[in-house]
């Protein structure tokens, strides 16, 4: 029953993000939906230049102020508000209906849809049928809801995590609402966007690593990475990347494998993966590695190895390192600065716990399970990085421009990453008190962050200094459910569900049993 209503907890967590932002107001939403409406109505995933965008949702976006044209209101403006005056909103409102017309919605004006693998938008795509008849507005927020449960599903893999990590339902629980919290988590998951289905699979793939590190290698969980693997490469590019991870879980593992065991392993895996994901990945080297550039080719970037890779370093720890803890509203906003500051010291005192941790445990040359865990969650997040970084400067050798970096890149081992925080700070206390006043700490942190950055979020969109203001215009351009007195319904489930929440962890944080000794 606990876990049924933390989970339901969650759920209205999400559903109030969701019902908070307007259309296309989630990274890469207008694109994502674009690519999900041309696979409803055209029956296969478009081109790489096709034409994708109805003209319904070209139009739609405007009215938004959101085409990516160049026309953008929102960029580099944080205090753009859209007209919530009854006048304004009622045209506006009365237009998107009337745009909801065959002819609009199977006429394509350009390409601006995600040409990302299938998987995700044929998912979406049933959502989206549910309310194939209806404007864009309810098509939308109807396949915002698969995101949701993506995300509901990926909040238990990580309580999964906690629990086969530190053996404790309890740290099961802590874990999972760190997860929940974090403000990325809810604000990507808010969304029709591919991220969260990625996140999903990635989270998976962790466990089953795990699991790999605690107890070796078996032909079930051979056949587990197997399956993430193809499914994720049915979803993003990304997901080659844990085809080195696994070499590092079973490297770490604590048993060692036979030859035979070690080659019918390889045989299941990778006769899964040519099943699965064969037909997918196989034509697309045909004409070269699609994610490597060519030797050969010219660069016309004008900048070297060494000086981009410098540039990527002042980006991540000038403006990464701040966006990790919440950016919203097109990059435009950030949580408060005591929030993001406090955020990185936390990790500053993680890192050094972490040092601390290691020094001990070689000076001790006591090493537990714990410590493959903390090595796995290292190389893995070195890895995901390394690899981030090397194919955004092939695309920047060629093409002279970066692609960029945001927060949410790095949530499909936000797992990993909350391991090293969790166990870095813990590291600095062997007393069972003090490590549980520590994690109720970093809760306490997650938790106030998560209610700042969902009223950052509320009043950069919204006027918030009563509530009548507050729901008249967020009723705004949402359907039937998200509207007028509905508010008052999704904000008390919200505020019951962070309550609910708080008081189970600290209840578990009470209860758990921690280890007295590390390393």
């Known amino acids: 029953m606990k876990k049924i209503l933390f989970l339901l907890a969650t759920a209205f967590i999400l559903i109030f993000w969701q019902a908070l932002h307007l259309p296309f107001e989630i990274p890469d939403e207008q694109s994502h939906f674009a690519t999900v409406n041309f696979l409803v109505d055209q029956g296969r995933i ?27 209101k929102y960029a580099h403006n944080p205090g753009h508000r859209i007209d919530y005056s009854e006048e304004a909103s009622a045209k506006n409102e009365e237009l998107i209906k009337s745009l909801n017309t065959p002819d609009n919605r199977s006429t394509y004006t350009l390409h601006q849809g995600a040409v990302y693998p299938p998987l995700y938008y044929y998912l979406t795509g049933h959502f989206y049928r549910l309310n194939y008849g209806s404007d864009i507005i309810s098509r939308l927020y109807t396949s915002r809801f698969f995101s949701t449960f993506l995300v509901i599903a990926t909040i238990y893999v990580y309580f999964l995590i906690g629990r086969l990590i530190w053996s404790s339902t309890q740290m099961g629980y802590f874990f999972a609402s760190l997860a929940l919290f974090y403000p990325m988590t809810t604000y990507i998951g808010a969304g029709v966007n591919p991220d969260n289905l990625h996140n999903l699979l990635f989270s998976f793939f962790v466990y089953v690593c795990i699991r790999v590190v605690k107890g070796g290698l078996t032909y079930i969980d051979t056949f587990n990475l197997a399956v993430l693997l193809v499914l994720d490469l049915l979803t993003k590019p990304q997901a ?106 936390l990790i500053l005192l993680s890192i050094l716990g972490l040092v601390y941790l290691s020094y001990r445990a070689l000076r001790s040359k006591h090493f537990e399970f714990i410590h493959k865990v903390i090595i796995f969650a290292v190389v893995a997040n070195s890895i995901y990085v390394a690899a981030l970084v090397y194919y955004d400067w092939n695309y ?59 009223f950052t979020v509320a009043s950069s969109y919204y006027e918030t200094s009563n509530i009548t203001s507050f729901i008249a215009q967020a009723s705004r351009y949402k359907p039937p459910y998200f509207q007028s007195d509905f508010w008052y319904l999704w904000l008390g489930l919200y505020l019951v569900s962070m309550i609910y929440v708080a008081t189970l962890i600290f209840i578990q944080i009470s209860r758990v049993k921690l280890s007295s000794k590390k390393g």
């Open 46 to 72: 478009q081109g790489e230049k096709e034409y994708d965008l109805s003209r319904e949702q070209e139009q739609v976006e405007f009215i938004f102020g959101v085409m990516t044209d160049g026309t953008n």
């Open 240 to 345: 080659y990347i844990m085809i080195p991870l696994t070499v590092v879980a079973i490297l770490l593992s604590n048993s060692k494998l036979s030859l035979r065991v070690a080659l019918k392993s390889g045989l299941l895996y990778f006769a899964v993966l040519l099943i699965g994901a064969g037909w997918h990945e196989i034509p697309k080297f045909y004409s070269g590695n699609p994610y490597i550039a060519d030797s050969s080719a010219t660069s016309i970037s004008g900048i070297s190895l060494l000086s981009y890779l410098k540039m990527i370093f002042h980006k991540f720890t000038s403006e990464l390192v701040v966006w990790y803890w919440g950016v919203f509203k097109w990059t435009t906003i950030i949580v408060p600065r005591l929030w993001w500051w406090s955020g990185i010291r």
């Open 396 to 454: 920047y050798h060629l093409s002279g421009r970066s692609l960029g970096f945001q927060a949410r890149y790095f949530m499909p081992l936000l797992s990993a990453q909350l391991i090293l925080i969790v166990e870095g700070v813990r590291a600095f206390t062997t007393k069972v008190h003090l490590g549980k006043l520590l994690l109720g700490l970093i809760f306490t942190y997650f938790f106030t962050l998560q209610l700042v950055a969902v």
